[in-house]
Protein backbone atom coordinates (compact mmCIF):
# COMPACT_ATOMS: atom_id res chain seq x y z
CA UNK A 1 0.00 0.00 0.00
CA UNK A 2 2.94 2.23 0.75
CA UNK A 3 3.79 2.02 -2.68
CA UNK A 4 1.03 2.05 -4.35
CA UNK A 5 -0.28 5.20 -3.07
CA UNK A 6 2.49 7.53 -4.32
CA UNK A 7 1.93 5.61 -7.61
CA UNK A 8 -1.43 6.70 -7.53
CA UNK A 9 -0.83 10.51 -6.41
CA UNK A 10 1.31 10.22 -9.59
CA UNK A 11 -1.08 9.01 -11.86
CA UNK A 12 -3.62 11.63 -10.90
CA UNK A 13 -1.21 14.28 -11.04
CA UNK A 14 -0.14 13.43 -14.77
CA UNK A 15 -4.45 13.23 -15.57
CA UNK A 16 -4.55 16.94 -14.14
CA UNK A 17 -1.70 17.80 -16.20
CA UNK A 18 -3.27 16.46 -19.29
CA UNK A 19 -6.85 17.96 -18.71
CA UNK A 20 -5.24 21.14 -18.22
CA UNK A 21 -3.17 21.31 -21.17
CA UNK A 22 -5.55 20.53 -23.33
CA UNK A 23 -8.24 23.15 -21.98
CA UNK A 24 -5.24 25.40 -22.39
CA UNK A 25 -4.64 24.22 -25.93
CA UNK A 26 -8.55 24.75 -26.85
CA UNK A 27 -8.01 28.51 -25.92
CA UNK A 28 -4.87 29.37 -27.10
CA UNK A 29 -6.03 27.36 -30.65
CA UNK A 30 -9.33 29.66 -31.17
CA UNK A 31 -7.35 32.35 -30.51
CA UNK A 32 -5.02 31.78 -33.04
CA UNK A 33 -6.83 30.65 -35.97
CA UNK A 34 -7.96 33.28 -36.48
CA UNK A 35 -5.04 35.03 -37.76
CA UNK A 36 -5.31 33.50 -41.07
CA UNK A 37 -9.26 33.43 -41.05
CA UNK A 38 -9.92 37.22 -40.06
CA UNK A 39 -10.11 37.92 -43.60
CA UNK A 40 -12.81 35.49 -44.42
CA UNK A 41 -14.81 36.25 -41.26
CA UNK A 42 -14.34 40.35 -41.95
CA UNK A 43 -15.85 39.64 -45.39
CA UNK A 44 -18.50 37.52 -44.40
CA UNK A 45 -19.64 40.01 -41.44
CA UNK A 46 -18.78 42.79 -44.16
CA UNK A 47 -16.55 44.16 -41.36
CA UNK A 48 -14.04 47.28 -41.72
CA UNK A 49 -10.88 46.89 -40.77
CA UNK A 50 -11.15 48.51 -37.18
CA UNK A 51 -13.59 46.22 -36.56
CA UNK A 52 -12.02 43.31 -38.24
CA UNK A 53 -8.78 43.79 -35.75
CA UNK A 54 -11.05 44.12 -32.49
CA UNK A 55 -12.71 40.25 -33.65
CA UNK A 56 -8.73 39.29 -32.31
CA UNK A 57 -7.81 41.95 -29.56
CA UNK A 58 -11.52 42.26 -28.03
CA UNK A 59 -10.80 38.46 -27.45
CA UNK A 60 -7.45 39.24 -26.07
CA UNK A 61 -8.33 42.63 -23.99
CA UNK A 62 -11.11 40.91 -21.81
CA UNK A 63 -8.96 37.50 -21.27
CA UNK A 64 -6.24 39.34 -19.72
CA UNK A 65 -8.41 41.48 -17.74
CA UNK A 66 -9.92 38.77 -16.48
CA UNK A 67 -7.16 36.26 -16.10
CA UNK A 68 -5.84 38.84 -13.71
CA UNK A 69 -8.94 38.38 -11.62
CA UNK A 70 -9.41 34.90 -12.00
CA UNK A 71 -5.67 34.65 -11.21
CA UNK A 72 -6.64 35.51 -7.50
CA UNK A 73 -9.76 34.03 -7.36
CA UNK A 74 -8.38 30.62 -7.48
CA UNK A 75 -6.48 31.44 -4.79
CA UNK A 76 -9.76 32.24 -2.52
CA UNK A 77 -12.25 29.73 -3.80
CA UNK A 78 -10.55 27.28 -5.45
CA UNK A 79 -9.46 26.35 -8.78
CA UNK A 80 -11.51 23.54 -9.73
CA UNK A 81 -14.94 25.45 -9.63
CA UNK A 82 -13.29 28.10 -11.64
CA UNK A 83 -11.70 25.59 -14.66
CA UNK A 84 -14.75 23.75 -15.36
CA UNK A 85 -17.05 27.23 -15.35
CA UNK A 86 -14.92 28.89 -17.91
CA UNK A 87 -14.41 25.82 -19.66
CA UNK A 88 -17.87 25.35 -20.35
CA UNK A 89 -18.80 28.89 -20.60
CA UNK A 90 -16.06 29.19 -23.73
CA UNK A 91 -17.62 26.14 -25.38
CA UNK A 92 -21.14 27.56 -25.46
CA UNK A 93 -19.41 30.86 -26.15
CA UNK A 94 -18.03 28.87 -29.60
CA UNK A 95 -21.45 27.53 -30.86
CA UNK A 96 -22.49 31.08 -30.59
CA UNK A 97 -20.12 32.28 -32.86
CA UNK A 98 -20.22 29.63 -35.19
CA UNK A 99 -23.74 31.23 -35.45
CA UNK A 100 -23.45 34.93 -35.40
CA UNK A 101 -24.91 37.00 -38.55
CA UNK A 102 -23.71 40.08 -37.74
CA UNK A 103 -20.04 41.86 -36.46
CA UNK A 104 -22.13 43.00 -32.91
CA UNK A 105 -23.09 39.55 -32.56
CA UNK A 106 -20.13 38.40 -32.80
CA UNK A 107 -17.96 40.93 -30.89
CA UNK A 108 -20.13 39.76 -28.11
CA UNK A 109 -20.07 36.01 -28.40
CA UNK A 110 -16.20 36.55 -28.78
CA UNK A 111 -16.21 37.90 -25.62
CA UNK A 112 -18.23 35.49 -23.44
CA UNK A 113 -15.38 33.45 -25.15
CA UNK A 114 -12.21 35.50 -23.78
CA UNK A 115 -14.12 35.61 -20.63
CA UNK A 116 -14.80 31.29 -20.10
CA UNK A 117 -11.20 31.09 -21.49
CA UNK A 118 -9.60 33.52 -18.84
CA UNK A 119 -11.03 31.33 -16.03
CA UNK A 120 -9.49 28.02 -17.47
CA UNK A 121 -5.80 29.80 -18.32
CA UNK A 122 -5.69 31.25 -15.15
CA UNK A 123 -6.60 28.13 -12.95
CA UNK A 124 -4.34 25.41 -15.75
CA UNK A 125 -0.67 26.57 -13.93
CA UNK A 126 -2.07 26.79 -10.57
CA UNK A 127 -4.26 23.01 -11.05
CA UNK A 128 -0.72 21.77 -12.30
CA UNK A 129 1.16 23.44 -9.54
CA UNK A 130 -0.84 21.98 -6.90
CA UNK A 131 -0.47 18.48 -8.23
CA UNK A 132 3.27 17.96 -8.68
CA UNK A 133 6.09 18.55 -6.05
CA UNK A 134 8.61 20.96 -5.76
CA UNK A 135 11.21 19.20 -7.95
CA UNK A 136 8.49 18.24 -10.48
CA UNK A 137 6.55 21.66 -10.89
CA UNK A 138 9.15 22.83 -13.43
CA UNK A 139 8.98 20.44 -15.69
CA UNK A 140 5.32 20.19 -15.85
CA UNK A 141 4.62 23.61 -15.88
CA UNK A 142 6.95 23.65 -18.84
CA UNK A 143 4.98 21.06 -20.45
CA UNK A 144 1.96 22.77 -20.22
CA UNK A 145 3.34 26.45 -21.36
CA UNK A 146 4.59 24.93 -24.04
CA UNK A 147 1.55 23.16 -25.32
CA UNK A 148 -0.48 26.36 -24.66
CA UNK A 149 2.59 28.15 -27.46
CA UNK A 150 2.29 24.92 -29.65
CA UNK A 151 -1.38 26.25 -29.76
CA UNK A 152 -0.63 29.57 -30.94
CA UNK A 153 1.41 28.76 -33.77
CA UNK A 154 -0.48 25.68 -34.82
CA UNK A 155 -3.71 27.67 -35.14
CA UNK A 156 -2.83 29.90 -38.09
CA UNK A 157 -2.36 25.88 -40.01
CA UNK A 158 -5.45 24.46 -38.58
CA UNK A 159 -6.98 27.76 -39.24
CA UNK A 160 -6.40 28.02 -43.01
CA UNK A 161 -7.03 24.53 -43.97
CA UNK A 162 -10.52 24.80 -42.28
CA UNK A 163 -11.83 28.12 -43.82
CA UNK A 164 -10.43 26.86 -47.08
CA UNK A 165 -12.32 23.81 -46.67
CA UNK A 166 -15.15 24.33 -45.00
CA UNK A 167 -15.72 28.16 -44.44
CA UNK A 168 -15.01 29.86 -40.53
CA UNK A 169 -17.68 29.16 -38.73
CA UNK A 170 -16.23 25.48 -39.06
CA UNK A 171 -13.65 26.63 -36.86
CA UNK A 172 -15.64 27.62 -34.29
CA UNK A 173 -18.08 24.13 -33.98
CA UNK A 174 -14.95 21.94 -34.00
CA UNK A 175 -14.46 23.15 -30.50
CA UNK A 176 -17.67 22.33 -29.13
CA UNK A 177 -17.52 18.45 -29.67
CA UNK A 178 -13.93 18.15 -28.52
CA UNK A 179 -14.35 20.60 -25.94
CA UNK A 180 -16.75 18.48 -24.05
CA UNK A 181 -14.99 15.54 -24.23
CA UNK A 182 -12.06 17.73 -22.29
CA UNK A 183 -14.96 19.34 -19.83
CA UNK A 184 -16.49 15.45 -18.65
CA UNK A 185 -12.80 14.46 -18.40
CA UNK A 186 -11.40 17.45 -16.26
CA UNK A 187 -15.07 16.76 -14.16
CA UNK A 188 -13.45 13.28 -13.10
CA UNK A 189 -10.01 13.84 -12.79
CA UNK A 190 -9.40 17.30 -11.29
CA UNK A 191 -9.41 17.27 -7.53
CA UNK A 192 -12.66 18.42 -5.19
CA UNK A 193 -10.41 19.84 -2.99
CA UNK A 194 -8.03 22.73 -3.79
CA UNK A 195 -5.73 24.97 -1.86
CA UNK A 196 -8.00 28.06 -0.71
CA UNK A 197 -7.28 31.63 1.78
CA UNK A 198 -10.39 32.96 2.94
CA UNK A 199 -9.02 35.04 5.14
CA UNK A 200 -8.11 37.57 2.38
CA UNK A 201 -10.72 39.76 0.41
CA UNK A 202 -11.29 40.23 -3.45
CA UNK A 203 -9.84 43.18 -5.22
CA UNK A 204 -12.65 44.85 -6.76
CA UNK A 205 -11.22 48.33 -6.83
CA UNK A 206 -7.90 46.65 -8.46
CA UNK A 207 -9.89 44.55 -11.02
CA UNK A 208 -11.55 47.34 -12.36
CA UNK A 209 -8.89 49.97 -12.78
CA UNK A 210 -6.77 46.73 -14.42
CA UNK A 211 -10.01 46.87 -17.05
CA UNK A 212 -9.73 50.44 -17.18
CA UNK A 213 -6.01 50.76 -18.16
CA UNK A 214 -5.42 47.78 -20.23
CA UNK A 215 -8.32 48.72 -22.06
CA UNK A 216 -7.29 51.99 -22.81
CA UNK A 217 -3.92 51.58 -23.99
CA UNK A 218 -4.85 48.71 -26.30
CA UNK A 219 -7.68 50.38 -27.71
CA UNK A 220 -5.42 53.32 -28.18
CA UNK A 221 -2.94 50.87 -29.86
CA UNK A 222 -5.64 49.47 -32.24
CA UNK A 223 -6.51 52.78 -33.39
CA UNK A 224 -3.24 54.10 -34.41
CA UNK A 225 -3.09 52.43 -37.76
CA UNK A 226 -6.17 53.88 -39.20
CA UNK A 227 -6.13 57.47 -37.94
CA UNK A 228 -2.28 57.80 -37.22
CA UNK A 229 -0.59 58.79 -33.96
CA UNK A 230 -1.29 62.25 -33.94
CA UNK A 231 -4.73 61.80 -33.71
CA UNK A 232 -6.86 63.75 -30.88
CA UNK A 233 -8.43 59.91 -29.81
CA UNK A 234 -5.67 58.12 -30.02
CA UNK A 235 -3.57 59.78 -27.14
CA UNK A 236 -6.77 60.75 -25.10
CA UNK A 237 -7.42 56.69 -24.68
CA UNK A 238 -3.69 56.27 -24.21
CA UNK A 239 -3.18 58.61 -21.40
CA UNK A 240 -6.41 57.57 -19.86
CA UNK A 241 -4.98 53.98 -19.45
CA UNK A 242 -1.88 54.65 -18.67
CA UNK A 243 -3.27 56.82 -15.66
CA UNK A 244 -5.68 53.93 -14.83
CA UNK A 245 -2.48 51.83 -14.56
CA UNK A 246 -0.48 54.28 -12.23
CA UNK A 247 -3.65 54.76 -9.94
CA UNK A 248 -3.62 50.72 -10.06
CA UNK A 249 -0.03 50.31 -8.66
CA UNK A 250 -0.02 53.11 -6.46
CA UNK A 251 -3.24 51.12 -4.57
CA UNK A 252 -1.85 47.54 -4.72
CA UNK A 253 1.20 48.76 -2.92
CA UNK A 254 -1.60 49.86 -0.11
CA UNK A 255 -4.33 47.72 -0.48
CA UNK A 256 -4.91 45.00 2.58
CA UNK A 257 -4.90 42.33 -0.07
CA UNK A 258 -4.15 43.72 -3.32
CA UNK A 259 -4.89 41.62 -6.60
CA UNK A 260 -1.94 41.34 -7.39
CA UNK A 261 0.50 41.27 -4.27
CA UNK A 262 3.69 43.31 -4.61
CA UNK A 263 6.10 40.98 -3.07
CA UNK A 264 5.97 39.01 -6.28
CA UNK A 265 8.09 41.80 -7.61
CA UNK A 266 10.18 42.43 -5.23
CA UNK A 267 12.40 39.57 -6.38
CA UNK A 268 15.14 40.50 -9.04
CA UNK A 269 15.11 37.51 -10.91
CA UNK A 270 11.54 37.09 -10.98
CA UNK A 271 11.06 40.64 -12.05
CA UNK A 272 13.09 40.53 -14.87
CA UNK A 273 11.40 36.97 -15.71
CA UNK A 274 8.07 38.81 -16.09
CA UNK A 275 9.37 41.57 -18.05
CA UNK A 276 11.08 38.80 -20.29
CA UNK A 277 7.71 37.17 -20.98
CA UNK A 278 6.03 40.28 -22.00
CA UNK A 279 8.77 41.38 -24.61
CA UNK A 280 8.76 37.58 -26.34
CA UNK A 281 5.15 37.66 -26.16
CA UNK A 282 4.95 40.94 -28.06
CA UNK A 283 7.32 39.05 -30.79
CA UNK A 284 6.07 35.91 -30.77
CA UNK A 285 2.01 36.10 -32.30
CA UNK A 286 2.07 39.42 -34.46
CA UNK A 287 4.69 38.16 -36.67
CA UNK A 288 2.27 35.17 -37.68
CA UNK A 289 -0.37 37.08 -38.27
CA UNK A 290 1.30 39.92 -40.31
CA UNK A 291 2.74 36.97 -42.68
CA UNK A 292 -0.06 35.48 -42.69
CA UNK A 293 -1.93 38.85 -44.11
CA UNK A 294 1.11 39.59 -46.31
CA UNK A 295 0.90 36.50 -48.12
CA UNK A 296 -2.46 36.52 -48.57
CA UNK A 297 -2.58 40.26 -49.61
CA UNK A 298 0.65 40.40 -51.41
CA UNK A 299 1.81 36.84 -53.08
CA UNK A 300 -1.78 36.12 -53.56
CA UNK A 301 -1.78 32.95 -51.12
CA UNK A 302 -5.09 31.03 -49.72
CA UNK A 303 -5.11 30.68 -46.02
CA UNK A 304 -4.32 27.20 -46.69
CA UNK A 305 -1.16 27.78 -48.37
CA UNK A 306 -0.65 30.68 -45.61
CA UNK A 307 -1.03 28.82 -43.17
CA UNK A 308 1.07 25.73 -44.66
CA UNK A 309 4.14 28.79 -44.92
CA UNK A 310 3.83 29.49 -41.07
CA UNK A 311 4.06 25.85 -39.65
CA UNK A 312 8.12 25.71 -39.27
CA UNK A 313 7.43 28.25 -36.30
CA UNK A 314 5.87 25.25 -34.41
CA UNK A 315 8.41 22.53 -35.80
CA UNK A 316 11.16 24.30 -33.93
CA UNK A 317 9.29 25.07 -31.18
CA UNK A 318 8.83 21.35 -31.01
CA UNK A 319 12.58 20.46 -31.62
CA UNK A 320 13.53 23.55 -28.88
CA UNK A 321 11.15 22.48 -25.71
CA UNK A 322 12.71 19.35 -24.76
CA UNK A 323 16.26 20.19 -25.65
CA UNK A 324 15.73 23.62 -23.62
CA UNK A 325 13.90 21.13 -20.40
CA UNK A 326 17.25 18.86 -20.54
CA UNK A 327 19.58 22.03 -20.66
CA UNK A 328 18.03 23.66 -17.39
CA UNK A 329 19.58 20.74 -14.68
CA UNK A 330 23.41 22.40 -16.33
CA UNK A 331 22.70 25.95 -17.23
CA UNK A 332 20.55 28.70 -15.37
CA UNK A 333 17.48 29.58 -16.70
CA UNK A 334 18.60 33.06 -17.49
CA UNK A 335 21.51 31.51 -19.97
CA UNK A 336 18.93 29.61 -21.68
CA UNK A 337 16.38 32.83 -21.69
CA UNK A 338 19.26 34.93 -23.49
CA UNK A 339 19.92 32.61 -25.81
CA UNK A 340 16.27 31.90 -27.06
CA UNK A 341 15.79 35.93 -27.21
CA UNK A 342 18.65 36.68 -29.14
CA UNK A 343 17.52 33.76 -31.61
CA UNK A 344 14.52 34.87 -31.89
CA UNK A 345 15.79 38.58 -32.35
CA UNK A 346 17.81 37.35 -35.40
CA UNK A 347 15.45 34.84 -37.18
CA UNK A 348 12.74 38.39 -37.16
CA UNK A 349 16.10 40.54 -38.58
CA UNK A 350 16.53 38.26 -41.17
CA UNK A 351 12.84 38.07 -42.09
CA UNK A 352 12.71 41.62 -42.32
CA UNK A 353 15.74 42.16 -44.69
CA UNK A 354 14.23 39.42 -46.99
CA UNK A 355 10.42 39.77 -46.88
CA UNK A 356 9.24 40.47 -50.62
CA UNK A 357 6.40 39.29 -52.32
CA UNK A 358 8.71 36.49 -53.96
CA UNK A 359 9.89 35.44 -51.20
CA UNK A 360 10.58 31.51 -51.86
CA UNK A 361 9.24 28.83 -49.72
CA UNK A 362 12.59 28.17 -48.52
CA UNK A 363 13.90 31.20 -47.10
CA UNK A 364 10.72 31.78 -45.22
CA UNK A 365 10.06 28.78 -43.60
CA UNK A 366 14.14 28.65 -42.32
CA UNK A 367 13.22 32.40 -40.63
CA UNK A 368 10.57 31.10 -38.88
CA UNK A 369 12.40 27.94 -37.70
CA UNK A 370 14.99 29.69 -36.09
CA UNK A 371 11.95 31.49 -34.07
CA UNK A 372 10.60 28.66 -33.15
CA UNK A 373 13.28 27.97 -32.09
CA UNK A 374 14.43 30.88 -29.84
CA UNK A 375 10.46 31.02 -28.77
CA UNK A 376 10.94 27.02 -27.35
CA UNK A 377 14.02 27.71 -26.14
CA UNK A 378 12.86 30.40 -23.50
CA UNK A 379 9.00 29.76 -22.88
CA UNK A 380 9.91 26.55 -20.73
CA UNK A 381 12.72 27.98 -18.52
CA UNK A 382 11.61 31.36 -17.93
CA UNK A 383 7.88 30.08 -17.07
CA UNK A 384 9.42 27.55 -14.42
CA UNK A 385 11.63 30.04 -13.04
CA UNK A 386 9.07 32.63 -12.03
CA UNK A 387 6.37 29.92 -10.67
CA UNK A 388 8.78 27.27 -8.85
CA UNK A 389 10.05 29.69 -5.96
CA UNK A 390 6.09 30.36 -5.24
CA UNK A 391 4.14 29.33 -2.43
CA UNK A 392 1.06 27.35 -3.17
CA UNK A 393 -1.17 30.23 -1.89
CA UNK A 394 0.25 32.62 -4.17
CA UNK A 395 0.64 30.33 -7.07
CA UNK A 396 -2.59 31.55 -8.66
CA UNK A 397 -2.46 35.45 -8.78
CA UNK A 398 1.98 34.40 -9.46
CA UNK A 399 0.36 32.73 -12.67
CA UNK A 400 -2.21 35.09 -13.52
CA UNK A 401 0.48 37.83 -13.60
CA UNK A 402 2.46 35.73 -15.83
CA UNK A 403 -0.48 35.04 -17.82
CA UNK A 404 -1.29 38.73 -17.87
CA UNK A 405 1.56 39.44 -19.27
CA UNK A 406 1.59 37.07 -21.70
CA UNK A 407 -1.40 38.36 -22.93
CA UNK A 408 -0.73 41.84 -23.10
CA UNK A 409 2.26 41.42 -24.88
CA UNK A 410 0.50 39.19 -27.64
CA UNK A 411 -2.26 41.89 -28.06
CA UNK A 412 0.03 44.89 -27.77
CA UNK A 413 2.27 43.33 -30.18
CA UNK A 414 -0.68 42.63 -32.55
CA UNK A 415 -2.11 45.84 -31.98
CA UNK A 416 1.27 47.87 -32.57
CA UNK A 417 2.67 45.36 -35.62
CA UNK A 418 -0.57 46.44 -37.79
CA UNK A 419 -0.25 49.84 -36.71
CA UNK A 420 3.15 49.93 -37.88
CA UNK A 421 3.02 47.96 -40.95
CA UNK A 422 -0.14 49.13 -42.37
CA UNK A 423 0.47 53.06 -41.08
CA UNK A 424 1.39 54.17 -45.06
CA UNK A 425 -1.86 52.48 -46.83
CA UNK A 426 -4.97 54.57 -47.59
CA UNK A 427 -8.13 53.41 -45.73
CA UNK A 428 -9.40 51.38 -49.19
CA UNK A 429 -6.08 49.28 -48.71
CA UNK A 430 -6.33 48.64 -45.12
CA UNK A 431 -10.27 47.45 -46.03
CA UNK A 432 -8.19 45.08 -48.89
CA UNK A 433 -5.82 43.33 -46.45
CA UNK A 434 -8.18 42.72 -43.80
CA UNK A 435 -11.21 41.98 -45.10
CA UNK A 436 -10.66 40.52 -48.81
CA UNK A 437 -7.40 39.18 -48.90
CA UNK A 438 -5.89 41.83 -50.28
CA UNK A 439 -7.06 41.46 -53.89
CA UNK A 440 -6.95 44.47 -55.98
CA UNK A 441 -3.98 46.02 -54.25
CA UNK A 442 -1.79 48.83 -56.33
CA UNK A 443 2.14 48.05 -57.05
CA UNK A 444 2.76 50.98 -54.70
CA UNK A 445 0.42 49.66 -52.18
CA UNK A 446 2.32 46.12 -52.21
CA UNK A 447 5.77 48.32 -51.30
CA UNK A 448 4.41 50.54 -49.02
CA UNK A 449 2.84 47.76 -46.83
CA UNK A 450 5.98 45.59 -47.64
CA UNK A 451 7.93 48.73 -46.25
CA UNK A 452 5.60 48.69 -43.36
CA UNK A 453 6.06 45.02 -42.72
CA UNK A 454 9.78 45.03 -42.29
CA UNK A 455 9.67 47.97 -40.18
CA UNK A 456 7.06 46.49 -37.95
CA UNK A 457 9.18 43.37 -37.87
CA UNK A 458 12.48 45.15 -37.19
CA UNK A 459 10.84 46.66 -34.01
CA UNK A 460 10.11 43.12 -33.03
CA UNK A 461 13.49 41.88 -33.46
CA UNK A 462 14.17 45.16 -31.62
CA UNK A 463 11.86 44.26 -28.26
CA UNK A 464 13.59 40.57 -28.01
CA UNK A 465 17.47 42.21 -27.61
CA UNK A 466 16.27 44.65 -24.99
CA UNK A 467 14.88 41.38 -23.08
CA UNK A 468 17.78 39.65 -23.69
CA UNK A 469 19.61 42.61 -22.58
CA UNK A 470 17.68 43.19 -19.41
CA UNK A 471 18.22 39.35 -18.35
CA UNK A 472 21.77 39.22 -18.85
CA UNK A 473 22.17 42.28 -16.78
CA UNK A 474 20.18 40.84 -14.02
CA UNK A 475 22.06 37.13 -14.49
CA UNK A 476 25.80 38.98 -13.95
CA UNK A 477 24.30 40.80 -11.06
CA UNK A 478 23.27 37.89 -9.39
CA UNK A 479 26.22 36.01 -10.08
CA UNK A 480 28.87 38.63 -9.13
CA UNK A 481 26.72 38.78 -5.35
CA UNK A 482 27.05 35.30 -5.42
CA UNK A 483 30.50 35.00 -5.78
CA UNK A 484 31.27 38.23 -3.78
CA UNK A 485 29.47 36.27 -0.87
CA UNK A 486 31.69 33.11 -1.75
CA UNK A 487 34.99 35.03 -1.48
CA UNK A 488 33.90 37.17 2.18
CA UNK A 489 33.41 33.59 3.36
CA UNK A 490 37.03 32.73 5.95
Known amino acids: ?15 VLVVASLGAFLCFL ?5 NVALPSVARSLQASPS ?8 YMLVSTVFILSFGRLADLWGRRRLFLSGLGLFLVACAACAAATSFGALLLFRICQAVGAAGVMANASALVGDGFGRKRVGLALGVLAMVAALAQVLGPLAGGFVVSWWGWRVLFMLNVPIGFGVLAWSWRVLPKSAAMSKAERFDRAGALLSLAGLGGVIYALSMAGTRGWASTPVWAFMLTGVGALLVFIRIQQRAASPLVDPALFRDSGRRTAYAGILLLSMSQAAPLLLVALYLQACAGLAPSEAGMRIAPVALGMLMAAPIAGSLTRRFSPDVLCVSGLLLAAGALLLLAGMLQPAIGA ?3 AACLWMLGLGI ?3 VTPNNASILQSVAPQRRGIAN ?3 STLQNTGIMTGTALTLSVALAGLPYSSQRMILGNG ?10 TFTQGARNALAMLACLCLVGAALIAKNYRRTTASVLSGRSSRP
Open 1 to 15: MSEAAPQDQERAAWA
Open 30 to 34: NLSAL
Open 51 to 58: QASWILLS
Open 362 to 364: GPL
Open 376 to 378: GSF
Open 400 to 402: GVR
Open 438 to 447: GAGLSGVDVA
